[in-house]
């Protein structure tokens, strides 16, 4: 069972950044492909990005392509920034590990919140 914390959410101006972070538990975490997940207020959950285990495979939603950075060390950290941020990326965000097409474990999520 790996266990994830995601951090670095809060509070910004719309056009400012953030980066997100995702830790893990344990060092199986690497064995994982990594998804960035969010969930608006009032909205279904939508696949943000996710990387691959060896990190040479990455997808990114077309709503954040070209704004974000995924990354992912090869201890028990994920990454993910989102730049020039607007309201309607604010969310609770969440990572999750799993296989490429199914995330299995999750964290509980982070808040960031966008401000006109």
């Known amino acids: 069972q790996v266990q994830l914390v995601e951090s670095g959410g809060g509070s910004v101006q719309a056009g400012g950044s953030l980066k997100l972070s995702c830790a893990a538990s344990?060092?199986?975490?690497?064995?994982?492909?990594i998804h960035w997940f969010r969930q608006a207020s009032e909205k279904e959950r939508e696949l943000v990005a996710r990387?691959?285990?060896?990190?040479?495979?990455t997808y990114a939603a077309d709503f954040i392509k070209g704004r974000e950075a995924i990354s992912r060390d090869y201890a028990n950290m994920a990454y993910l920034e989102i730049n020039n941020l607007n309201p309607q990326d604010a969310a609770v965000y969440y990572c999750?590990?799993?296989?490429?097409?199914?995330?299995?474990?999750w964290g509980q999520g982070t808040q960031v919140t966008v401000s006109s």
């Open positions: 999750a590990a799993g296989s490429w097409e199914t995330p299995t474990y």
């Open positions: 344990e060092r199986t975490f690497t064995k994982y492909t």
């Open positions: 990387i691959s285990p060896d990190g040479a495979r």
